[in-house]
């Protein structure tokens, strides 16, 4: 025992030693620090001499007429590393720093730091510490709370238009969404107006236990005194200069490293100038100084003449309206305990097998509704999780089919030839990879950076149809293409900038005017923060008339995917108002990871997409729209059919997945259900099985019934031809016949 104990423990630190000193360790981690600490593209020369000082333990600079020698000569050393990455050339240049493809977006909490820092946060007496709340919703980041072990961001990520076109990365733009750009600066706009509360979106605590409460005329506005008895925190900030032109400068050094354009300087100082008081024309500055790209980005913006382009009101709808939502269940679903087998079953495929293979990962037979297969399956009947009733009664009531062994392929694939078909091309197993490639499903990038929902509305846009792309879950791959997705936040709704009740709105044409045009040599990142904000207040001004003029009476369930399938049925109702042919929505959930505790929390999640979906349904039969719905689940990729150590399961290929509407013809289980003994055709090792079906197969009659032609299949699945035949789910299986 002793001996297996000693083994084990000298085994853990010999795979320890070789991921910490493998080759590509020390370039992986010199990039993500770089990028961390402000350049999000930066040179192969400059990460190779920060893996160099990183692996010597030491760096030598020669800024100054004495060589100064960074670290203590071990590799990993971090002072070495850090020092390496703050006092390279390619950091430290000026000239550099006017290069459009330089710097970064920065970070929300970075910047909301910064922020408070420039203006001399101090404490109350009564908080003496900092404390901010929500800040995860509001920002999209907050402290020691990242959503997965992939932290806030991905690396890779390039969001569409401007950046993804000049191929660059800018990780932080992931979570800079429409809603978190207006909440995260009104955070800020309310603490120059209130100090640290939460009155008109700020960060601090909960206003219903201050007095007094939050102002609502300008008669009940706050003194300086009262800030200080009721806010956590105030601003010390005390201007060296009283005159409006040193006052921006000063502000402008404090906030944005002197780099404000020149063009934006004037228009501040402008309205600096017309202040009725000197602490008017100091909140004025600070606000408009925020709202500007500089101070969201590391960029030189060099303005160009003009304004930008407004969006015209879309034509009067000449179709009836139809609507994809599509649910991602993020961290793949074990999908295997959502539907199983039950009984009438080949000896490999039956219940008693799939319960010797699953083990503890096994869903109960007794916790299993029973439906016919509908549809030739290894089994007659097929059961569904207990925790998904709605979604028994859906396929009983023919509006609601699944599809089984479903999966990323590339092309048909079998056993003996799934590594070297895949080697070089797929990083199988890989949520992150995994989840771009099922939101785009373009795996050789033939309409590089675009997502199928994206591509499914460009063809359609391309074809007459009002088209527009919705989402009210993250920033997703799946809705990139032409056209600029609208984002709208679950649980607070839509956000106007600056919602201070007794003041006027901050001026909508003066925020869009310090995001003007700029010039091809302006810094890419700060033009396309200026064309985000540009979007978000534009699209904001329609999207909330629109959803100021309709409500929906069906009460959904107070959980995050409820409100979010509570916020597309609102913005359904808004199709006539908007002028809509097409939506396509995305809508997300998460912890779907589960590589311990299987069974207690897929019940969990399970129940409340099971909720969330009746509410919705409901509300679509409410608007007699349902038979123009569908619904489509998906997941990066299915689990293992053996369970592992710890109560769970791991990362896998194939899955199940369902589809739902009032044109889908229900009650049928399609694909095929794999059979998950150990030496079946499809098991390559651990229980991960080949997909028999590609995510194509589902797609393609998606988007025939959304009004995609034949035609331009190809532009929406540009791997299609790839497959036989019938691995693609026809039409006329589908959708019923009057659709």
């Known amino acids: 025992m002793e001996v297996s104990r000693r083994d084990a423990v000298y085994e853990t630190d010999a795979v320890l030693d070789h991921l910490f000193y493998h080759p590509n360790t020390a370039p992986f ?46 590799y990993g050393d971090l002072m070495s590393t850090v020092s390496a990455i703050l006092l390279d050339s390619e950091f430290l240049s ?81 979570i800079q ?68 032109e040193e006052l921006v400068d000063e502000l402008n050094t404090l906030l944005l490293n002197g780099r404000l354009n020149q063009r934006s300087r004037k228009v501040i100082v402008n309205f600096v100038s017309k202040a009725k008081n000197f602490e008017q024309g100091l909140h004025i500055a600070q606000k408009l100084i925020i709202c500007t790209p500089e101070y969201h980005t590391t960029s030189i913006v060099i303005n160009s003449s003009g304004n930008r382009a407004q969006n015209e009101k879309p034509p009067i709808p000449k179709r009836r309206y139809k609507a994809l939502v599509h649910i991602m269940l993020n961290g793949g679903a074990d999908s295997f305990g959502m539907l199983a087998p039950y009984s009438d079953c080949s000896s490999t495929t039956s219940y008693d097998e799939y319960s010797r293979i699953r083990g503890l990962a096994a869903v109960l037979k007794s916790n299993l509704i029973p439906i016919d297969a509908g549809h030739p399956q290894p089994c007659k009947k097929y059961g569904i999780n207990d925790n998904l009733p709605f979604l028994h009664q859906l396929y009983n009531q023919k509006d609601l089919l699944f599809v089984a062994g479903i999966g990323m392929l590339i092309g048909p694939t079998e056993k003996k030839n799934w590594e070297k078909l895949y080697a070089g091309k797929v990083q199988l197993f890989a949520h992150d990879k995994q989840q771009t490639d099922i939101e785009q499903v373009d795996v050789f990038q033939k309409y590089a950076g675009t997502g199928i929902g994206g591509r499914i509305a460009n063809v359609l846009q391309n074809n007459g149809y009002e088209s527009v792309t919705l989402s009210v879950g993250d920033v997703s791959e799946f809705l990139v293409g032409d056209a600029p997705v609208v984002f709208l936040d679950p649980i607070s709704g839509l956000q106007l900038l600056h919602p201070v009740p007794y003041k006027t709105r901050m001026n909508f044409k003066t925020v869009l005017h310090l995001n003007g045009p700029t010039t091809f040599m302006s810094g890419t990142f700060g033009e396309s923060w200026s064309r985000m904000i540009h979007r978000t207040l534009n699209n904001g001004n329609t999207l909330n008339s629109a959803l100021k003029a309709v409500e929906i009476t069906t009460a959904f369930p107070n959980t995050p995917l409820g409100n979010q399938m509570r916020a597309i049925s609102h913005l359904i109702k808004t199709r006539e108002i908007r002028r809509t042919e097409r939506d396509i929505f995305y809508a997300t959930s998460e ?3 589960m590589h311990l505790d299987l069974d207690d929390r897929l019940k969990i999640l399970f129940k409340e997409l099971n909720n969330a979906l009746r509410s919705f349904v409901t509300e679509m039969k409410e608007q007699n729209i349902w ?51 150990e030496g079946s055709p499809l098991n390559i090792d651990r229980g991960r099985i080949i997909p028999s079906y590609p995510w194509e197969s589902l797609w393609s009659p998606i988007a025939l019934f959304l009004g995609v032609g034949s035609i331009h299949m190809n532009v929406v699945l540009p791997n299609l031809l790839m497959f036989l035949d019938d691995q693609i789910l026809k039409f006329k299986t589908v959708f019923k016949s009057n659709c």
């Open 177 to 244: 969404t429409p809603p978190k750009i207006i909440d995260s600066i009104n955070g800020m706009l309310s603490f120059i107006e209130f100090g640290l509360v939460d009155c008109s979106g700020g960060f601090g605590s909960f206003s219903q236990f201050m007095r007094p409460k939050c102002p609502e005329n300008s008669t009940q506005k706050w003194t300086t005194r009262q800030k200080r008895i009721v806010a956590n925190g105030i601003s010390k900030y005390n201007p060296s200069h009283l005159n409006a």
């Open 627 to 677: 038979e123009e719905i569908v619904v489509v689940q998906t997941s990066e990729f299915g689990r293992t059919t053996t369970p592992n150590t710890s109560g769970g399961t791991d990362h896998a290929w194939s899955g199940n997945c369902f589809l739902t509407g009032g044109s889908v013809k229900g009650g049928q289980i399609l694909g095929k259900y794999p059979d998950i003994s």
């Open 29 to 74: 981690i010199s990039n993500r620090l770089i990028q961390r600490l402000g350049v999000s593209n930066p040179s192969p020369n400059y990460v190779k001499n920060v893996a160099t000082a990183f692996c010597t333990g030491l760096f030598k600079w020669n800024g100054t007429a004495e060589n100064i020698v960074f670290g203590k000569g071990f």
């Open 591 to 593: 912890g779907w990871d």
């Open 94 to 174: 000026v000239p550099l720093d006017a290069d459009p493809t330089a710097g970064s977006m920065k970070e929300p909490l970075l910047k909301l730091m910064g922020f408070l820092r420039a203006l001399e946060y101090n404490s109350a007496p009564f908080m003496p510490e900092l404390r901010m709340y929500d800040l995860e919703r509001k920002l999209g980041q907050e402290a020691h709370a990242a959503p997965s072990v992939f932290s806030y961001f991905l690396s890779d990520f390039s969001p569409p238009g401007l950046l993804s076109t000049s191929s660059l990365f800018s990780p932080e733009a992931q």
